[in-house]
């Protein structure tokens, strides 16, 4: 494909959609890692004291370079995702000159008229979480590479844990709306599937967010210390 042609391409509607699907394929497999990762604050600590978590953490940083690659491209994809994002919803209001009278909203869903509100704010979620447990600038007693002491202290903050079951439960509803859009996007849509596939959207999200709002609640009741 010529760039003139990848150009045109990138800037039709479809070629967006595909951006967002392979992007969103990203950013969807990094979630399901860092969940994987985060969940092993479970584990108690060996005889030594040592927990796996920390472990885990310090398995990243020797990554080194690789990480900060790793990094960079979910930042990339996180930004292309919004920003492309954006451009398909202006692009679908421009294609609509004359405003609705009266919207009718009873075929869609909560979770897909709130995408492009979602999508921002998760993004300065990203922010907020990186600020709090990897740089620590926003967290009370941060310890470098103490990975389960900074994941208790931090969620003992009864606001720190509010603002990530909020943005959890709004993760939740952008992926299922997410992950259904982009088995459409790539022209997986067939009413023998249909069902199918929003099962698995529901249960990904479900999981996702279940998993994820445990931890700080498990700090606050005490269960993890």
């Known amino acids: 494909m010529s760039l003139s042609r990848a150009g045109r391409f990138i800037a039709a509607p479809i070629g967006k959609k595909v951006i967002m699907a392979v992007t969103g394929v990203m950013l969807f497999g990094f979630v399901v890692m860092h969940l994987i990762g985060n969940l092993q604050i479970y584990i108690p600590a060996d005889a030594n004291g040592h927990y796996q978590i920390d472990a885990y953490g310090q398995a990243l940083r020797n990554l080194g370079e690789l990480l900060w690659v790793a990094r960079l491209a979910l930042l990339a994809a996180v930004i292309l995702h919004i920003v ?39 993004g300065l979620f990203i922010v907020y979480h990186l600020l709090h447990f990897t740089g620590g600038q926003l967290h009370p007693d941060f310890k470098d590479l103490s990975v389960h002491h ?69 700090v606050m009741a005490g269960l993890v210390k």
């Not at 994002?85 to 009873?106: E, T």
């Not at 509803?173 to 790539?186: D, N």
Request: no cysteine; glycine share 6%; charged share 10%.
């Open 84 to 122: 492309t994002a954006i451009q398909l919803s202006l692009q679908a209001n421009a294609a609509r000159p004359v405003a609705y009278q009266k919207k009718d909203n009873a075929h869609s869903t909560y979770a897909s008229r709130t995408m492009i509100w979602s999508g921002p704010i998760i």
């Open 150 to 218: 900074n994941v208790v202290r931090g969620f003992q903050d009864p606001l720190a844990s509010l603002v990530y079951i909020v943005a959890m439960l709004m993760l939740g509803t952008h992926l299922y709306h997410g992950v259904w859009s982009m088995f459409q996007s790539v022209g997986v849509n067939h009413p023998r599937y249909t069902p199918h596939l929003k099962l698995f959207a529901k249960a990904a999200a479900a999981f996702l967010v279940i998993g994820n709002i445990s931890i700080p609640i498990s």
